[in-house]
């Protein structure tokens, strides 16, 4: 009895929702409902204030969430703890990462990755949108770029290059640019900002640039650079074989901005999951060779 309804009152904390908690742990609102209050009435204290429009934390709720949290925490590395000892890693993974880098890169190392630990399931959600680790259930992100979550552990994975470059049919007919005030003077195919990025004189530097398109999508923008539409600068993995196969040509090269991180990012309870941690050692393997 003790135990009863501190689970889900914990994600309704978290969440703010009672639909929201229930779909975390895949139960019907009502039986949410139902053991929440029946937790208030065990207790003879309100939790959780209740309006049409959302679900906060009382006086009282907030500070029985924070020793709840606590508590849950540290069930989970006690279970992760006996996990380790098991010869054979078991359990639930899930991961987020960004839609190109995931399709390309990600996902087929997991699918190796699950091939070898046969017990372990994984879930992943692609999105280009910033998704928070706590509030939607997730183990894992794979983050690209500079990070800004300072409460998150990062590991870094391995690194990605940005670079500038056009087909031998656009340059030819519309000449190469030597310098970056030069790129005014071209057709910049565009993603979703409106500056290109890069480094000079020890500084790093956006320039502005404009152009006829302006596409979501790296592998469109690739392709449009294939066809000789304009000049285009993405990330290594849109663009190396087209630039061994000579397909594109690397321009501004000594403007080139240095290289980015790829991190795994997980929060804190997840550090000592040894399922975690087997996969974040198998992805950090696979894209350093």
Same mark, same amino acid.
């Given at each position: 009895?003790?135990?009863? +309804?501190?689970?889900?009152?914990?994600? %309704?904390?978290?969440?703010?929702?009672?639909?929201?908690?229930?779909? /975390?742990?895949?139960?019907?609102?009502?039986?949410?409902?139902?053991?929440?209050?029946?937790?208030?009435?065990?207790?003879? %204290?309100?939790?959780?204030?209740? =309006?049409?429009?959302?679900?906060?934390?009382?006086?009282?709720?907030?500070?029985?969430?924070?020793?709840?949290?606590? %508590?849950?925490?540290?069930?989970?590395?006690?279970?992760?703890? %006996?996990?380790?000892?098991?010869?054979?890693?078991?359990?639930?993974?899930?991961?987020?990462?960004?839609?190109?880098?995931?399709?390309?890169?990600?996902?087929?190392?997991?699918?190796?990755?699950?091939?070898?630990?046969?017990?372990?399931?994984? =879930?992943?959600?692609?999105?280009?949108?910033?998704?928070?680790?706590?509030?939607?259930?997730?183990?894992?992100?794979? /983050?690209?770029?500079?990070?800004? !979550?300072?409460?998150?552990?990062?590991?870094?994975?391995?690194?990605?290059?940005?670079?500038?470059?056009?087909?031998?049919?656009?340059?030819?007919?519309?000449?190469?640019?030597?310098?970056?005030?030069?790129?005014?003077?071209?057709?910049?195919?565009?993603?979703?900002? !409106?500056?290109? /990025?890069?480094?000079?004189?020890?500084? !790093?530097?956006?320039?502005?640039?404009?152009?006829?398109?302006?596409?979501?999508?790296?592998?469109?923008?690739?392709?449009?650079?294939?066809? +000789?539409?304009?000049?285009?600068?993405?990330?290594?993995?849109?663009?190396?074989?087209?630039?061994?196969? +000579?397909?594109?040509?690397?321009?501004?090269?000594?403007?080139?901005?240095?290289?980015?991180?790829?991190?795994?990012?997980?929060?804190?309870?997840?550090?000592?999951?040894?399922?975690?941690?087997?996969?974040?050692?198998?992805?950090?393997?696979?894209?350093?060779?």
């Amino acid at each position: 009895m003790q135990w009863e +309804g501190i689970n889900e009152f914990v994600q %309704v904390a978290e969440v703010e929702s009672f639909t929201q908690a229930a779909k /975390r742990l895949t139960i019907s609102t009502a039986q949410v409902s139902r053991q929440v209050s029946a937790l208030e009435q065990r207790l003879h %204290v309100k939790l959780l204030y209740r =309006t049409t429009r959302r679900v906060s934390l009382t006086e009282e709720g907030r500070v029985f969430y924070q020793h709840c949290r606590g %508590v849950l925490d540290s069930l989970d590395e006690a279970e992760q703890a %006996v996990t380790s000892l098991q010869s054979k890693p078991q359990g639930k993974i899930k991961l987020t990462a960004s839609v190109t880098y995931g399709e390309q890169q990600i996902l087929p190392l997991v699918n190796d990755f699950v091939r070898l630990h046969p017990a372990i399931e994984v =879930t992943a959600q692609l999105s280009n949108q910033r998704v928070d680790l706590i509030e939607e259930g997730f183990d894992l992100a794979i /983050r690209l770029g500079k990070l800004s !979550d300072s409460s998150m552990i990062a590991r870094k994975l391995s690194t990605r290059r940005h670079y500038l470059c056009a087909s031998p049919s656009y340059l030819q007919r519309c000449g190469t640019p030597h310098s970056l005030s030069e790129l005014s003077q071209h057709n910049c195919l565009l993603g979703t900002r !409106d500056y290109w /990025r890069f480094h000079e004189a020890g500084s !790093d530097r956006n320039i502005r640039v404009s152009g006829r398109l302006r596409y979501n999508s790296g592998q469109a923008l690739a392709d449009a650079a294939l066809k +000789g539409l304009g000049i285009v600068q993405l990330p290594d993995y849109y663009v190396a074989p087209h630039l061994a196969s +000579g397909a594109l040509l690397s321009l501004l090269e000594a403007q080139r901005e240095p290289e980015e991180g790829i991190w795994a990012v997980y929060p804190h309870n997840r550090q000592l999951s040894p399922r975690i941690r087997l996969l974040v050692d198998y992805l950090e393997a696979q894209l350093q060779l």
